[in-house]
């Protein structure tokens, strides 16, 4: 066959400037690979002899498969090197010509070969006993490495002691940054903001002072304290001097062997200054903090984030926004930090060996040899500044494996690069095969190696422009291989990941960019620094405006069943909307119903959601949100208006339920009292809202809480005032009045003074054409008996919202006094109080009422008034 001939039957063009012909992918590698992964995973959470005893059976297999064909081999050698047996012809006996017979020449061109068969097979079967032996061995290494990382952390006094809850005086290394946990929701508080370290033990006195020389790997707990900014300037490699509690790790199979417990009230005791390298790097992520001192709140916060990983600054409701649209990959590094710098300094792919190559390389005169070695500098200056970490370590493979794309432009090699990557670090750090975002990073670059070329191609084909089929084939590619496993940790999937990842890709290259050469000039000139810093801050803005306009979509997150069941679903969901999509691509009505679907349900217009759901009910007057354990209350005050007593414990929980209710403006928020199960979801009611004014109770207690809800009231600029005892108010159809806290109102009987945050409760008895409202907020029984006291006329109740989420600390006098139609409990799912309690449920349904409560029956709507009161849940 000639040449042209060949050309056509490959079905792609050769020429001179495109040499190279692809062949099939390489997957030779990525079996040991997956071994490796899966035997490290496993024996990280096993015990000692049992990881033994997999290790010792892997590598023995191993062996004796690899053995095998040599085995046969030799076995076929002696048979055909046998002597002829009765007489048989010689004509099968080797020749030096390699050729056999009676008419050979002495040559040994002519004549039969001997047994080819035999011989392709044998070396076919020499082929796959090697690669599972490969595959084998690799296991057996794999689990070997992990079984000596899990023995060091179960070894030692450590584990011991922080059973035992010991107070001890530790030496340790600091491995990581610190970094701050976000505040949760525990019940009616609200747990600090601390500060967490990786370190290691170096070493250990224990509370008898046994001391102890070792190196075990902790987390350092540091509670909030006077020394807090300090503390938060140590540097990896730093010694420390901790006293403290030991305790166990949350969960069995972590990389720590326990949590040091202490407390910043006292700057850190150092031992040991940082090294050199990290005062570098140091230095110089905190000259990028100091360029971009001028710039407005979100790109202050997001521009270290993106360029070496620094997300100390990132408010929660923005890193709630990256997390509902999946951008939160750019808040981490990763490799494609380093890959636009490579692809800056060697230019597109494909490009990097020919003459015609681009990139700022040729332009400096640099050669391929130099051009590579620069390359691998910068590299390693990635790693320092953003420290070694084994997600930095990971970032740096996976940004070389693109590097491997640039130099050569074919990916036929990239796929074993990946799955080598894969293995050498598994086998570095074994902790790695446990770790979600090592596996989204492995997903998405294998997406992006196999899938996106595939997609991007399809796309071309139907008239797509090559750039944009590029963008949106990666993006696709990589949404579909990760969501399943964002479900498992996140129990939702988002409907704008793609279109938001699409609309941010062209800002994060500049950003990124302009980023770095900020870091660059900061040790040499603040101004130049600032300068370049300002820059990046538009395209940075750009991607953070994309993050906060896609999370507020109403429609932006779906929730979906959590779990490894809930992400199987996902993924064949996915691949069957994969398979067909080619012949869905043929009928373009179908496709355009679908786009017109999807923009339905991540807009949901008002009326749309109510045609379809039911909810909310036409003419609600009064809705109890589903916010879990919490109370959060709208009373419908006009078209798109309510005024909203609480919010619950998480912004995102209230603010859908806002949503859905088309509630756009709220005259006044009212705050009963400040517990965190009232007040954390204030964010969500102000994001996006026009709020009149936030009420609140008389008592600033938790003094935390309180402190929360000034800060973020000031920070949107809306005004606060405090509930006056007795105060009556009016806003469209509603009238009510406050009852309690009734200490000083005149003619009212003597009510107790209480120091108490739930006695203080602001209870609001409201009126709504002909609908009576009582809401008693966490009203204990003292209070309760004050209420009655103090209000002696209680008039009957269509609605009671009972006080304590149900608890069983209720005053049977207010329930008979109230004699409530409806009474509505707000409480979590399987929450741990036992809320609602049985005993209260039952007094309710004594005194007539109906009950219902939303961990069954989900948001409760209340329409109607006297015999055509009803309440629908939404369940």
């Not at 010991?166 to 990581?176: K, L, M, Q």
């Not at 090592?438 to 090559?466: D, H, N």
Request: aromatic letters at 4%; one cysteine or more.
């Amino acid at each position: 066959m000639s040449v042209p001939e060949v050309h056509t039957d490959s079905g792609r063009r050769l020429g001179d400037a495109d040499p190279s012909q692809e062949a099939p992918a390489d997957l030779r590698l990525v079996p040991p690979a997956l071994a490796t992964w899966a035997a490290a995973a496993l024996a990280l959470g096993a015990q000692g002899r049992w990881v033994a005893i997999g290790v010792v059976l892997c590598a023995c297999a191993g062996l004796g498969v690899l053995a095998l064909p040599r085995v046969a081999a030799r076995a076929h050698h002696r048979e055909d090197t046998a002597d002829p047996v009765d007489g048989a012809a010689p004509e099968h006996r080797s020749h030096p010509g390699g050729r056999t017979g009676p008419g050979a020449d002495p040559g040994g061109r002519t004549g039969p070969v001997v047994r080819p068969e035999p011989a392709r097979r044998s070396r076919r079967a020499g082929t796959r006993a090697t690669a599972v032996a490969g595959v084998l061995l690799c296991a057996a290494a794999g689990a070997a490495a992990a079984g000596l990382h899990g023995a060091d952390v179960r070894s030692g006094p450590v584990p011991g002691l922080a059973e035992s809850y010991a107070r001890v005086e530790a030496e340790v290394t600091v491995t990581s940054d610190p970094r701050r946990t976000r505040p949760r929701v525990r019940g009616d508080h609200s747990t600090p903001v601390s500060l967490l370290l990786d370190a290691e033990v170096d070493r250990l006195t224990a509370p008898d002072g046994t001391v102890t020389k070792l190196r075990t790997p902790i987390l350092v707990m540091v509670a909030p304290g006077d020394a807090t900014e300090r503390w938060q300037r140590l540097l990896p490699s730093t010694g420390l001097r901790i006293s403290g509690r030991l305790v166990p790790p949350r969960h069995e199979g972590e990389r720590s062997a326990a949590v040091l417990g202490t407390d910043a009230d006292d700057p850190p005791r150092v031992s040991r200054q940082p090294s050199l390298l990290q005062r570098a790097a140091g230095q110089l992520r905190a000259g990028l903090r100091e360029a971009t001192e001028g710039l407005d709140a979100d790109a202050r916060a997001l521009l270290p984030g993106l360029v070496v990983g620094d997300t100390s600054r990132v408010p929660p409701d923005l890193h709630d926004a990256f997390k509902a649209t999946d951008l939160t990959h750019l808040l981490a590094v990763s490799g494609a930090n380093l890959s636009i710098l490579l692809f800056l300094l060697i230019g597109p792919p494909g490009t990097a060996s020919r003459s015609e190559r681009r990139g700022l390389a040729p332009r400096l005169g640099m050669s391929l040899r130099m051009t590579a070695l620069t390359g691998g500098g910068v590299a390693l200056a990635f790693v320092i500044v953003c420290r070694p970490e084994p997600s930095v370590l990971r970032a740096a493979a996976c940004g070389l494996i693109t590097l491997l794309a640039i130099g050569t432009g074919r990916r036929r090699s990239l796929i074993p690069a990946l799955a080598a990557a894969v293995l050498l670090l598994v086998l570095y750090d074994p902790w790695l095969a446990r770790s979600y975002g090592f596996l989204l990073s492995v997903l998405a670059t294998g997406a992006l190696l196999t899938l996106a070329p595939r997609w991007s191609g399809a796309l071309q084909q139907y008239g797509v422009p090559a750039r944009l089929a590029e963008v949106v084939a990666a993006a696709g590619a990589a949404q579909a291989v990760c969501a399943p496993v964002v479900v498992v940790l996140a129990s939702r999937v988002s409907l704008v990941a793609i279109p938001c990842n699409l609309l941010a890709e062209f800002a994060v290259a500049p950003a990124t960019v302009l980023g770095f050469a900020a870091l660059a000039a900061a040790p040499v000139s603040i101004p130049v620094a600032e300068t370049l810093a300002e820059v990046a801050g538009w395209p940075v803005g750009w991607i953070a405006s994309v993050a906060r306009t896609g999370a507020a979509l109403p429609g932006a997150e779906v929730d979906w069943p959590g779990g490894w069941r809930g992400a199987a679903l996902l993924a064949v969901l996915t691949a069957l909307l994969v398979l067909s999509a080619r012949r869905l691509a043929r009928h373009p009505w179908v496709c355009s119903a679908a786009a017109l679907l999807l923009v339905l349900a991540v807009l949901r217009p008002v009326p749309i959601t109510r045609l379809i759901s039911g909810w909310p009910p036409p003419g609600w007057t009064f809705a109890l949100c589903d916010v879990g354990q919490g109370d959060a209350m709208v009373l419908a005050a006009g078209d798109g208006t309510g005024v909203v007593v609480d919010t619950g414990p998480e912004p995102r929980l209230v603010d859908r339920c806002l949503r859905d209710l088309g509630i756009t403006r709220v005259p006044l928020l009212l705050l009963t009292h400040f517990h965190a199960d009232h007040v954390r979801g204030l964010p969500g009611v102000l994001e996006g809202r026009e709020v009149g004014t936030i009420q609140t109770t008389t008592l600033d207690e938790p003094p935390e809480q309180a402190a929360f809800v000034k800060r973020t009231a000031a920070a949107a600029h809306v005004p606060m005032a405090r509930a006056v005892p007795g105060e009556r108010r009016r806003t469209g159809p509603l009238d009510w009045q406050v009852l309690w806290p009734a200490a000083g109102v005149p003619g009212a009987a003597p009510a107790p003074v209480t120091e108490e945050p739930n006695d203080s409760s602001v209870t609001l008895l409201v009126r709504s054409g002909g609908l009576t409202l009582l809401l008693l907020g966490d009203l204990e029984p003292p209070a309760q008996q004050g209420v009655l006291r103090s209000h002696p006329a209680l008039p009957r109740v269509d609605v009671l919202k009972v006080a304590h989420h149900g608890s069983a600390h209720q005053n049977t006098a207010l329930l008979s006094s109230a004699r409530p139609r409806l009474a509505l409990i707000s409480c979590g799912r399987d929450n741990p109080y036992g809320h609602p309690a049985a005993r209260t449920v039952e007094a309710l349904r004594s005194v007539g009422a109906k009950v219902l409560r939303t961990d069954t029956h989900g948001a409760i709507a209340v329409t109607g008034a006297g015999a055509g009161l009803r309440a629908a849940g939404r369940s």
